[in-house]
């Protein structure tokens, strides 16, 4: 009998070239791209007021306090998408916040597009998900893991504290519910993986 031998598939990273094939199969030439990126969303937040007490004195007085918001600068400040035409700015962009996960890459696609255009404004940044518990986190890998899961069998491998962890995460949209089968948002897909660094079992 002969040996059983394991095969490695090494899945090359979604490129913005495949990303433009599988939108001309879908929608032909009916796409509109637009790159509207632009500073019109300020990245500097001065609405912002700090009561500051001076020293000697019971007097409090309110300032600006102005902070720096660098998910809109750095998805509105890209220079190789500013120079690119429309339709590169936006293939590249999706595949950048994909991280070459086709997957996420049709997510994006779907949550960004106002059919017949789409707009380089619209495509987002991944949110950061932070502030988990050690206990969260190990409920979170499970669902990652699992793919899907139902609340029974979350609670068989995690216990009482699966249903506040997963409570948490449907009110925060990490973790969406299909057909009874609690799982990973797929545009989350890459997200999630930075809180689990460390863990287990996670890469």
């Not at 007021?49 to 998805?75: D, E, G, Q, V, Y």
């Not at 969260?136 to 609340?151: C, F, G, K, N, P």
């Amino acid at each position: 009998m002969d040996a059983y031998h394991a095969k490695i598939i090494d899945i090359p990273p979604f490129t913005p070239d495949l990303l433009q094939k599988a939108v001309d199969a879908a929608y032909g030439s009916g796409i509109t791209y637009v790159n509207d990126a632009t500073l019109m969303r300020s990245f500097v937040e001065s609405d912002i007021n700090r009561k500051i007490a001076i020293s000697l004195t019971s007097l409090k007085i309110s300032i600006p306090w102005i902070s720096f918001n660098f998910a809109i600068l750095k998805s509105a400040l890209s220079r190789k998408e500013r120079e690119r035409s429309p339709k590169g700015a936006i293939l590249s962009r999706i595949t950048r916040v994909a991280q070459g996960n086709p997957c996420v890459a049709a997510e994006v696609w779907n949550a960004s597009i106002d059919y017949p255009a789409i707009r380089l404004s619209r495509i987002h940044e991944p949110p950061v998900i932070a502030s988990l518990t050690i206990n969260e986190r190990h409920v979170l890998a499970s669902i990652l893991m699992l793919e899907s899961v139902d609340m029974s069998g979350l609670g068989a491998i995690r216990g009482k504290m699966a249903g506040a962890a997963l409570h948490m995460f449907r009110s925060k949209e990490i973790v969406e519910e299909v057909e009874g089968q609690f799982r990973i948002r797929p545009i989350l897909a890459n997200s999630v993986l930075t809180p689990l660094r460390g863990l287990k079992g996670v890469p």
